[in-house]
């Protein structure tokens, strides 16, 4: 949210996207302080991921997802501590990528040619990140973005009916329900601005979208894992860390070790 009398380090705001939180009203170093601050559990949630999938020599597919989701929220902290349209891309064109790696995951299994989906889906990412590095794409990359994530779905739900391990379909609905809850606080912070700004305390909308979608990720990157690992024949269990956080243990076959 635009405020012309505050001073800033960054300078003018420039990017064509602005969320409903006073700029620099805790540091003139961050823009939006709650937006930027909000991404570190998504940091620490793919860290925990990426540690997991190393640890049990996971696919290599799954490090490279969970260090996708890190450079993702790294991304948006840089884009929401300084909003430059020049930074924009830190985070938007993570985004695209990121859901290009979970088509990946989802579709490769039943992919008959090996080379050619990974092939498209590169050269598909590296095209949007020249576009949209030249084009100011507001409405559009929103509705690009969100059919991205609609392709993910039937595969998803394939898995999960597929899937007979309650715990695992526990992991299924969490990431379902961060997701339903992270979109209605996005839709709140962004269409109710005017009548959240006059309130005694913003509730930070966009903020609790970040950490509930970092939540919503490591939840996807958990249950994609256990249904890699029975697919595998790895006999996957869901475990938890600390006693609440869940994680996917497997106990692989001796010749596979």
Not at 201 to 222: D, E, I, K, R, T
Request: proline share 4%; with cysteine.
């Amino acid at each position: 949210m635009a405020d012309s009398m505050v001073s800033s380090f960054w300078g003018p705001v420039t990017s064509t996207t602005e969320l409903c939180e006073k700029n620099y009203a805790h540091s003139t170093y961050i823009a939006e302080f709650y937006n930027t601050m909000s991404n570190i559990p998504c940091i620490i949630l793919a860290l925990f991921g990426l540690i997991t999938a190393l640890r049990q020599r996971f696919e290599k597919r799954f490090s490279v997802l969970h260090i996708s989701n890190m450079t993702l929220a790294i991304g948006s902290m840089i884009f929401h501590a300084t909003l430059q349209h020049v930074l924009q891309q830190s985070d938007e064109t993570p985004m695209v990528w990121e859901m290009l790696l979970y088509l990946y995951v989802l579709y490769s299994p039943d992919w008959h040619y090996r080379s050619t989906m990974p092939t498209f889906l590169f050269l598909y990412g590296l095209t949007f990140a020249i576009l949209h590095s030249f084009f100011r794409i507001g409405v559009g990359f929103k509705v690009h973005y969100v059919g991205l994530c609609l392709l993910c779905v039937p595969r998803m739900y394939k898995y999960y009916i597929q899937t007979r391990d309650v715990a695992a379909k526990k992991l299924a609905k969490l990431f379902v329900a961060t997701i339903t809850l992270g979109t209605l606080c996005w839709f709140s912070d962004r269409f109710f601005c005017a009548k959240i700004s006059s309130w005694y305390v913003n509730p930070q909308g966009h903020a609790w979208w970040h950490v509930l979608m970092g939540l919503n990720s490591y939840f996807a990157n958990a249950f994609l894992m256990f249904c890699r690992a029975q697919q595998l024949g790895w006999n996957p269990k869901v475990a938890h860390f600390l006693g609440f956080l869940p994680y996917v243990k497997i106990q692989k076959p001796k010749k596979q070790e």
